[in-house]
């Protein structure tokens, strides 16, 4: 069983940055990967990218983030992946999830059997 816990949401004006923070319960087995995705009100959950736990590379695999203002990275040492946010903007507000899985990292919700509680990330203008 692999427990992730999130952390670094909250309330911020559009415009500022933030960096949330996944905290893995064991170091990994080199197949998996952790992403992260988000959910907003009212819409479904996408994957905004994720870290390969083995080759130690961040993939984002649908583009979600055009202009390249999130950034996926990890510490180790840590059993932590982080997701590092800039320039936030309101359409940013969302519920923001890591999840775990053996394979690649893909957007299919059903393939991650292991998740966060969530993060609330607030923009307002």
């Known amino acids: 069983q692999v427990y992730l816990v999130e952390s670094g949401g909250g309330s911020v004006q559009t415009g500022a940055s933030l960096r949330l923070a996944c905290v893995v319960s064991?170091?990994?087995?080199?197949?998996?990967?952790v992403a992260w995705f988000r959910q907003a009100p009212g819409k479904e959950r996408d994957l905004i990218g994720g870290?390969?736990?083995?080759?130690?590379?961040?993939?984002?695999p649908d583009n979600v983030d055009e202009e390249g203002r999130f950034t996926i990275s990890g510490d180790y040492d840590k059993n932590t992946v982080y997701l590092r946010m800039e320039s936030l903007q309101p359409d940013d507000t969302a519920i923001y999830y890591c999840?775990?899985?053996?394979?690649?990292?893909?957007?299919?919700?059903?393939?991650?059997?292991?998740w966060g509680q969530g993060t609330q990330v607030t923009v307002s203008s």
């Open positions: 870290l390969r736990w083995g080759g130690r590379i961040a993939e984002y």
């Open positions: 064991q170091a990994l087995d080199p197949r998996y990967n």
């Open positions: 999840a775990a899985r053996t394979g690649i990292v893909r957007s299919i919700i059903s393939d991650y059997p292991y």
